[in-house]
């Protein structure tokens, strides 16, 4: 069983930055991503990056140029670093895990995150 700890959401005015963490406990998958999938109200939950074990990194369109997503896999844990927030990535940013096995994936979810981004 994955468990995830998510911490370093808050408030930030337009252009600010922020980082959040999520660190991995209980992983014994020796393929997996991890990543970040944000839900804002009334929306859908969309992925906003993830990194896989092998190293490849994939970010949504709308946060490319201004969120980068990294790991230490010694810490097991996942960061994502926001530059250039803007309004509209205000939203619950969740910690997402999935791990990669012959019989199929399993996904696990932190608790979230609130991130607003407002003057």
């Known amino acids: 069983q994955v468990q995830l700890v998510e911490s370093g959401g808050g408030l930030v005015q337009p252009g600010g930055s922020l980082t959040l963490s999520c660190a991995a406990s209980?992983?014994?998958?020796?393929?997996?991503?991890m990543g970040w999938h944000r839900q804002a109200p009334g929306k859908q939950r969309e992925l906003v990056a993830a990194?896989?074990?092998?190293?490849?990194?994939n970010y949504a369109d709308s946060v490319k140029g201004r969120f980068t997503i990294s790991g230490d896999r010694a810490k097991n844990t996942v960061y994502l670093q926001m530059n250039s927030l803007k309004p509209e990535d205000t939203a619950v940013y969740y910690c997402?895990?999935?791990?990669?096995?012959?019989?199929?994936?399993?996904?696990?979810w932190g608790q979230g995150t609130q991130v607003t981004v407002s003057s």
């Open positions: 990194i896989w074990s092998s190293g490849s990194r």
């Open positions: 209980g992983n014994t998958f020796s393929s997996y991503a």
């Open positions: 997402n895990f999935r791990g990669y096995e012959v019989a199929g994936t399993s996904d696990y």
